[in-house]
């Protein structure tokens, strides 16, 4: 038989409600504040907000972009107050180098041809939705010149390379520092003298690497920590220092802390990110690379970068040892470099220095069926992004053929004189000295908003991730920095435009994330970024935070986009942890974009997760 309901039964029933709907009044109050310090730990799928999925364009409504993505039609109740911030072991986060995520979705990867340090972005499911935190004890990096020899610990709390190379000088542990002496595998008692003993074989003048201006871009393969481009800077070399995320973890970290150009990428399977005949040198001191491997492919690629008449400069064993093994691979190597047309500058103690023909008469006499062969004709050298490298040679344009050379005048007059290569575009020589003039009044215009916020050595490592021909980084020739000139693959491919400039950059897809560490550049130059990965169908938001996981905080954001671009993004800044520095309009804008360029300036803050806090306390 049901009796009445118990009254104390009801009161407790009553109470327990009312404590619950309390808990959930706090909870939505704390996640939905600002995030400024929080702790949040949830990552991966279950932080993808709204839908959006985190730099891509698919999500789970069978690939439409999310309405909270597009630019104009995001209303002030769908968006976010805060962003989650990641768990502290992701603060050096690379998604599309993420080992773990290699583990997790099980990809079947050649360990041998390192298809394991090539990139692998996450699919929409497994991307992250959150701020990256700094670690533990994060201080503002040091400022250039003196960061080159000395970094926080704090900032990169990794010291093992420390103790596993104590004995060659890459770097060394000093309190609350780490000291660069600038040494390196091969030249333990300073890369200075090393790069003066190479252009001392190369008889350039006065020992000077730059060959009076002849040689100004250089690839250092396998470059540790990039003491070796640290002080090439000095001749007025620029160096794009390349080494994988591999057992030597945070070499390209150390290298970009220091404010040295640097790239996260690896001689895998596919093409550099860089266009053909791009540097004057390449550069592998101890790099532990297979070179004869694959019908000498790696090799092959080198010389698909390198310029007429470029050098290999080449440190190891195989050089110099007399062991069976070494004297085996260099007399293979030899045969290697010999068939494919290159020849022995020069030759001293443990360097040999390799030089690559001017023309393509050199080819022309190989007898039939030497291999390496040429490439085909159908062959664009340029084309990288994904592209699969090719054990073949590139042979030059008829230009170079006839030029017996690239026909690039020495630096710095190259900065602006028009490149031979303009014509592949259809490019006057008017239309680039005008490209040229126009960003030298822009910048001179951001440099005049930002010059409240910034002192004259604010600003180290910077990118401009759109630089269709490097007129940004060319305005910039006068203060202490480096450029990084990000070319979208999906647009005209003017990086090689940019390196006949005597300036380095990289393909990418900004619908994906950057091959860089988190806390990387100081200044980030969006021209039309956001109109473009629109009409692409990426989403917006998932720019903002791939772009907040690159910038070093206290560093600056430049957007120059449409006006509703600049809306939108100004109702992001507070979950963003950014706050606006300058707004103006732009009358010069000479984009197909409708209306008027707006020019939107940001700055992050610097900010700590409640568990950095503790761990610093």
Not at 288 to 302: K, M, N, S, Y
Not at 365 to 373: D, E, F, K, Q, S
Not at 485 to 505: A, F, H, M, Q, S
Request: glycine share 6%; hydrophobic share 35%.
């Amino acid at each position: 038989m049901r009796g009445r309901p118990d009254g104390g039964q009801k009161k407790r029933l009553i109470t327990s409600v009312f404590v619950v709907a309390i808990f959930i009044g706090f909870l939505y109050a704390y996640y939905g504040s600002s995030n400024r310090g929080s702790s949040a730990l949830e990552y991966g799928k279950s932080l993808r907000k709204l839908g959006s999925s985190y730099l891509g364009g698919e999500d789970d409504n069978d690939g439409k972009q999310d309405e909270a993505s597009k630019f104009g039609d995001v209303e002030d109740d769908v968006v976010p107050k805060s962003f989650p911030v990641c768990d502290d072991r992701h603060s050096e986060l690379i998604p599309c180098l993420d080992r773990n995520l290699i583990y997790q979705m099980r990809l079947k990867l050649d360990l041998s041809l390192m298809e394991h340090y090539e990139r692998h972005c996450p699919p929409p499911e497994r991307r992250f939705n959150c701020l990256i935190p700094p670690p533990s004890g994060y201080k503002v990096p040091i400022k250039w010149p003196k960061s080159r020899d000395e970094v926080w610990k704090a900032n990169i709390p990794h010291t093992h390379l420390a103790h596993e190379k104590s004995d060659q000088n890459w770097m060394v542990v000093k309190g609350e520092k780490i000291i660069f002496p600038g040494g390196g595998t091969h030249f333990h008692y300073g890369a200075d003298k090393y790069i003066a003993s190479i252009a001392n074989m190369l008889n350039f003048s006065n020992d000077n690497i730059n060959n009076e201006g002849r040689l100004r871009t250089v690839l250092d393969v396998g470059c540790g920590v990039a003491s070796f481009g640290a002080y090439l800077l000095s001749s007025d070399v620029i160096t794009m220092s390349l080494a994988p995320n591999d057992v030597h973890q945070n070499q390209i970290q150390f290298a970009l802390e220091r404010g040295i150009p640097a790239y996260l990428g690896v001689l895998g399977t596919k093409r550099l990110p860089y266009p053909s005949r791009s540097f004057e040198l390449a550069h592998c001191s101890r790099c532990r690379i297979d070179w004869l491997q694959r019908d000498g492919i790696l090799l092959l690629e080198l010389d698909r970068l390198l310029r007429p008449g470029g050098y290999f400069a080449y440190s190891s064993p195989e050089a110099y040892a007399q062991d069976e093994e070494d004297l085996r691979i260099w007399k293979e190597m030899s045969a290697l470099v010999e068939r494919m047309c290159w020849r022995i500058a020069a030759k001293r103690n443990q360097t040999v220095v390799w030089q690559k023909p001017l023309n393509n008469d050199c080819y022309m006499a190989r007898a039939p069926g030497t291999l390496p062969p040429l490439c085909h004709s159908d062959d664009d050298p340029d084309a990288v992004y994904g592209v699969q490298m090719e054990a073949c040679i590139t042979p030059y344009s008829d230009h170079d053929q006839k030029a017996r050379g690239s026909g690039l005048a020495p630096w710095p007059a190259r900065l602006t004189a028009p490149s031979p290569r303009l014509a592949d575009f259809g490019y006057s020589s008017e239309m680039f000295e005008k490209d040229t003039e126009l960003w030298r009044n822009r910048v001179d215009s951001y440099w005049n908003l930002l010059s409240p916020k910034i002192q004259s050595n604010s600003l180290r490592n910077l990118m401009d991730m759109k630089a269709h021909l490097g007129s940004f980084a060319a305005a910039l020739k006068e203060k202490d920095v480096w450029v990084m000139n990000v070319v979208p693959e999906d647009g005209p491919n003017t990086l090689k435009l940019i390196y006949d400039r005597g300036l380095i950059g990289s393909i990418h897809n900004w619908c994906e994330a950057y091959s860089t560490y988190p806390r990387t550049y100081d200044l980030l130059h969006a021209w039309t970024v956001f109109s473009d990965i629109e009409k692409r169908g990426c989403s917006g938001e998932d720019l903002l935070l791939e772009m907040d996981r690159i910038l070093r905080p206290t560093g600056f954001v430049i957007i120059r986009d449409k006006q509703l671009v600049v809306d939108f993004i100004k109702k992001y800044l507070r979950a963003l942890n950014w706050e606006a520095v300058a707004t103006t309009a732009d009358a010069s804008s000479d984009s197909d974009q409708d209306g008027d360029e707006v020019v939107f300036i940001v700055q992050k803050k610097i900010w700590l997760t409640s568990e950095s806090l503790r761990d610093t306390e």
